[in-house]
């Protein structure tokens, strides 16, 4: 290894570093390391650029979009809201959605899946008086658990398996390794299963029995809201207490008109029919919450009693480690001035912080409930500084009537993702059905969510995340310079070889290890990407099969459970949550240890024996031997 070998070393150690620090955004810091390998002469402008133009780094960028139609119609809801029904303890309340988004989230990219649940679990917590600290947790680390179980469940699975089907095995000497649809499916069901289970026997014990003091706000000022019963609701012909409105939270219905007449005083069993007029005062954010049932359209004629305050509204959100106001207080990062928004409150770990606003300084993972207008949410809820959790109110409509289209294109996605081109190879050309790669199937499914309005062209682009989408491609440039400079192989050589003389499994064991610590310095994604050269290396020189090795760093890059930094989904849910640090510890680090033994006993089951036959060369074809006297030839 060369002084370019040392210098990638270096650089790298510099990323750790930076990203340990958490002062500057992950995608900035992974163009820094580029261009300084471009600037060493280290990586070629095209070697620097390949990531871009990866189908795995494009197939995540138009699975965003999918996951955008599914958000913008309010499909999940469809989905869900007959399994989560009317849990009555902690337990239940778990159950009903836990299993759901694990399943879900096998299909659709976990991090939109938790903000779309995210609503879904604050009116849990408010309305069947749960814990929030017994519901927020489980949703991110139940999201998480379903994105192991599939291809296109996690953006790391989609990219690494990408580059397991583009690797010149055999120019490694290592036989042919591939990635499919459910090639993952049988470690991370096993893992998924175990994980729920572990999750509704321990949560109640492991988990915060109670969150932390709740925003104080004014609420005393009630606010009359009336909705109407579309034609073809779910709704019609059930109770209102079939139906649910008989028990929001401060809520109160006090009349429903029909046909002209009025009717107060209404009783549980009075039901429903189509026109119906339900006249409602509560508090804003449930008044905001009944016009998001599915059915339920608002009034159009519908009279507010504060004309001025109704055109702003109150949003929850999670400052990122991204966000520039981090380190600084409220007043000095200008945050009005900066967003347009005023900050009401501020939440750190469950807690209201005292002093006064504009003196806090804010660190990643606190929770402001801001004033906004309807710009804000539209300009915001998608940028890099922080994450939108709860839009009281503001947010776009969901686009009930096309819910079941955003669905439908969610199946044909997986459909094609997982039988495209063998199906297609029936009636087509194998010229045309071959195309039919997991990027095209991504694709067809981005366009059809716009083309059928289940969500606009502004809201696909917005529902990119492009910061994850560069630090992925960047993630490439610096596995080439491992690999051209050498250092993949010297880390092989020299971390992994000891390992290896103990054995393979201790060898796979120390592989799961290494990529769940670079987990909690990089994203889930450049580990994974970082980690493939090193794993090429060491089992070409061990002559060990690749494909259990490289399912292990799949699953450690996800199932990182112990600190909120493992995953993007942990600080999205620790304000709302009322998580402190030690939480995540305590609750996810049996979950770590499960997961990983799991792993690391199942792979080299599922995927053959961990050390393989190196492909022998092919060998000059001898003459047949004499025939023996009295034998016929021939």
Not at 29 to 34: A, C
Request: glycine share 10%; proline share 7%.
């Amino acid at each position: 290894m060369g002084w370019q070998g040392w210098a990638t070393g270096l650089l790298i150690l510099v990323m750790l570093g930076a990203f340990a620090r958490n002062k500057i955004g992950p995608d900035l810091i992974m163009l820094g390391v580029v261009l300084a390998l471009l600037l060493l002469g280290i990586v070629t402008p095209t070697e620097a650029v390949k990531g871009f133009s990866s189908q795995g780094v494009l197939t995540v960028a138009f699975l965003y979009v999918v996951a955008t139609g599914l958000k913008e119609t309010g499909a999940m809801q469809i989905l869900t809201a007959g399994i989560i029904g009317r849990p009555k303890t902690p337990l239940q309340a778990q159950a009903r959605f836990i299993v759901p988004v694990t399943f879900l989230s096998a299909f659709v990219n976990n991090t939109p899946i938790v903000a779309m649940f995210m609503p879904v679990i604050s009116s849990i917590s408010r309305r069947f008086g749960v814990a929030p600290s017994q519901l927020f947790m489980p949703l991110s680390f139940a999201a998480i658990l379903g994105g192991v179980c599939t291809l296109i469940g996690t953006s790391t699975n989609v990219v690494l398996g990408d580059l397991i089907n583009k690797h010149d095995w055999a120019k490694s000497g290592l036989p042919e390794t591939r990635m499919e649809m459910f090639t993952i499916s049988a470690v991370g069901i096993p893992i998924a299963v175990a994980g729920v289970l572990y999750m509704l026997l321990f949560a109640r014990r492991l988990l915060p029995s109670a969150a932390g003091a709740t925003l104080d706000l004014e609420r005393s000022k009630q606010y009359v809201g009336a909705v109407k019963v579309a034609p073809g609701s779910p709704v019609i012909g059930k109770s209102l207490e079939q139906a649910g409105l008989r028990h929001l939270p401060g809520l109160f219905l006090s009349s429903i008109e029909r046909d002209g007449e009025v009717i107060h005083a209404v009783d549980p069993e009075f039901r429903l029919q189509a026109g119906d007029v339900l006249m409602f005062v509560g508090i804003l954010e449930s008044v905001v919450d009944l016009q998001k049932i599915r059915g339920l359209v608002p009034v159009s004629d519908e009279v507010r009693p504060d004309a001025v305050r109704s055109r702003m509204q109150f949003t929850e959100v999670v400052v990122s480690p991204q966000s520039p106001l981090v380190g600084q207080s409220i007043r000095e990062g200008g945050f009005r001035t900066r967003y347009g928004a005023v900050v009401i409150a501020v939440q750190r770990q469950g807690h209201v912080l005292p002093g006064k606003i504009g003196d806090i300084v804010l660190r990643p993972g606190d929770t402001l409930l801001l004033e906004t207008t309807q710009k804000f949410i539209r300009t915001h809820r998608d940028t890099n500084d922080f994450y939108v959790v709860s839009p009281i109110e503001g947010a776009s409509p969901p686009r009930h009537d096309r819910a079941w289209l955003s669905l439908g294109v969610l199946a044909l996605v997986i459909a094609l993702m997982s039988f495209g081109e063998s199906f297609l190879a029936w009636f087509l050309p194998a010229s045309i059905s071959s195309n039919m790669t997991e990027m095209v199937a991504a694709l067809l499914g981005a366009a059809l969510m716009v083309a059928m309005r289940c969500c606009t062209g502004p809201q696909a682009r917005s529902g990119i995340n492009w910061q994850v989408l560069i630090v992925i491609a960047c993630s490439f440039a610096v596995g080439t310079a491992m690999e051209k400079t050498g250092l993949a192989g010297a880390i092989a050589y020299s971390v992994l070889g000891w390992a290896q003389s103990i054995g393979p499994v201790f060898l796979l064991a120390v592989v799961y290890l290494i990529a769940m610590f670079f987990t909690m310095l990089l994203s889930n994604n450049a580990a994974a990407i970082m980690m493939f050269p090193i794993i090429v290396e060491a089992c070409a020189m061990h002559g060990l099969n690749p494909l259990p090795f490289l399912i292990a760093v799949c699953v450690a890059a996800s199932c990182e459970f112990s600190t909120p930094l493992g995953y993007q989904t942990h600080l999205m849910v620790m304000g709302p949550g009322g998580y402190k640090w030690l939480d995540f510890t305590r609750f996810g680090l049996p979950l770590n240890v499960l997961c990983a033994a799991i792993c690391i006993a199942g792979a080299p089951i599922a995927y053959g024996p961990i050390t393989v036959e190196r492909p022998a060369p092919a060998a000059e074809a001898s003459p047949p031997p004499p025939a023996q006297a009295g034998t016929p030839s021939g």
